[in-house]
């Protein structure tokens, strides 16, 4: 298998498009504590995955980095010596599980400019989003789309040098299409069998799955499924039209992202059902145009985001700002108003089928920051039509089970790891009380 260079920090100056870079490293390592020793969880309802009622005024405890026990508190016996941690009045819960997250962008308005500032700092980016993500109680992510340089961001995140969710990563996507997008982040094809080829070399390079972008045909897909399948790899793909849903059917992709978002009318009843009676998982992406747009219309003032004024060096927040202004005129969002519109129908066809739906954000695209990216998805699937029982299963159990990683993370129980958060009030109530994560505790290990 091939390794890319270790991570290090660098420290240098670039001048980008009137932009002064100076020192940009990753952010310091969240203050860690716990992971080699006990620690019990006491007091607060417990929401532990599973769509079935909440336990109130309970533990957990974890010994190491592995829960070991979970009830009412009056039932739980502490062990001596534990760390005990007050959740009274709060609600605790899996970490969230996002099956669709973008590290190489933190929320800039605009692609075409954001590119050559990225391309200057990809692994020190990269880190300010996994921390941010890992800050706002999403605890495991997949990343579809990125530079190679994401899987020493993903090795220095699981050998504890930068904090940041546990990774699985596509790296670059394979596409046909993809020409306003630079070189280093997609792997372009003509024919099937570099399809192939492309999947093959990705895989060597050490990606946990293959992400397969927009334009690709049938047979492309095929060839993709097949190699990545023969190694034991997940194809994960990036369509909307209703042929490309077919085809992707048909050539046994694993998962299908962004279906259902609002960027093409409603789909037909029979594509939807098969969908839904093959189980074939679907993560919708719904909030990051049709919900954050008009949330932005409503209270700008999110734009200012304190987190992301802490993460960046000043130059850069000002761009950030820079990039914001009449946003409506942004070429990402040409087509929102169009989309708002589909989706009055469209984002909630696959939850209504009775569908396998995943949570994921697209986080990172334009004004879709990983501070707050989990918490509104969750919020557009309530919206859309589940409940936020069902909504909260959907981003943690289910998540980490069409990852293959159902046995050990996604829900509270004793013998899975320790990945747990703890928010301000009852999210049953008002599910965006997600936003208000007051503790993240990520493979036993507590960072807020």
Not at 21 to 48: E, H, K, N, R, Y
Not at 175 to 187: A, C, D, E, L, N
Request: charged share 20%.
């Amino acid at each position: 298998m091939k390794k890319l260079r270790p991570y290090r920090v660098r420290a240098w100056a670039a001048l980008v498009p009137g932009i002064l870079l100076a020192s940009i490293v990753p952010p310091p390592p969240a203050a860690a504590q716990g992971g080699s020793g006990t620690m019990a969880l006491v007091g607060g309802m417990l929401l532990d995955g599973y769509e079935t009622p909440p336990i109130h005024h309970a533990a957990v405890v974890i010994e190491d980095n592995r829960i070991v026990a979970v009830g009412p508190a009056g039932d739980i016996e502490i062990p001596a010596g534990a760390e005990i941690v007050n959740t009274e009045g709060m609600t605790m819960l899996p970490g969230l599980v996002d099956l669709h997250v973008h590290l190489m962008i933190l929320g800039h308005g605009e692609y075409a400019e954001w590119w050559p500032i990225l391309d200057k700092a990809r692994e020190e980016m990269m880190a300010i989003s996994a921390r941010q993500l890992l800050m706002a109680g999403v605890t495991t992510a997949v990343d579809l789309g990125a530079p190679i340089e994401i899987l020493n961001v993903r090795d220095d995140i699981n050998e504890g040098r930068i904090p940041g969710p546990r990774m699985l990563v596509s790296g670059p996507w394979i596409t046909r299409v993809g020409q306003q997008f630079p070189p280093w982040f997609q792997r372009r094809i003509t024919s099937p069998e570099e399809a192939a080829e492309q999947t093959d070399d990705l895989i060597d390079a050490g990606v946990d799955l293959i992400k397969i972008w927009a334009g690709m045909s049938e047979e492309d897909m095929r060839a993709v499924v097949e190699t990545a399948h023969g190694r034991g790899v997940e194809v994960h793909t990036h369509l909307y039209s209703p042929e490309d849903m077919w085809a992707a059917i048909r050539a046994g992709t694993d998962v299908i992202q962004h279906a259902g978002s609002g960027g093409n009318p409603p789909y037909s009843d029979d594509l939807v059902a098969e969908v839904a009676h093959r189980g074939i998982p679907v993560v919708q992406t719904i909030a990051h145009r049709i919900w954050i747009y008009p949330a932005t219309l409503e209270f700008p003032e999110r734009l200012q985001d304190a987190r992301l004024k802490e993460d960046l060096p000043p130059e850069l927040y000002r761009e950030f700002q820079r990039s914001f202004e009449d946003f409506h005129r942004n070429s990402y969002f040409r087509t929102t108003p169009r989309q708002i519109r589909n989706s009055e129908v469209a984002a909630n066809q696959f939850i209504e089928a009775g569908a396998v739906i995943a949570m994921g954000t697209d986080s990172g695209s334009p004004m879709n920051f990983h501070t707050e990216a989990a918490w509104r998805e969750i919020s557009a699937l309530v919206d859309s039509g589940m409940t936020p029982l069902a909504a909260i299963s959907a981003s943690t159990k289910t998540g980490a089970e069409v990852m293959g990683l159902g046995r050990e993370l996604g829900t509270i129980e004793p013998g899975k790891l320790a990945d747990i958060i703890v928010v301000e009030g009852n999210p049953l109530f008002d599910i965006n009380v997600l936003g208000y994560v007051r503790m993240v505790v990520k493979d036993g290990v507590r960072y807020k």
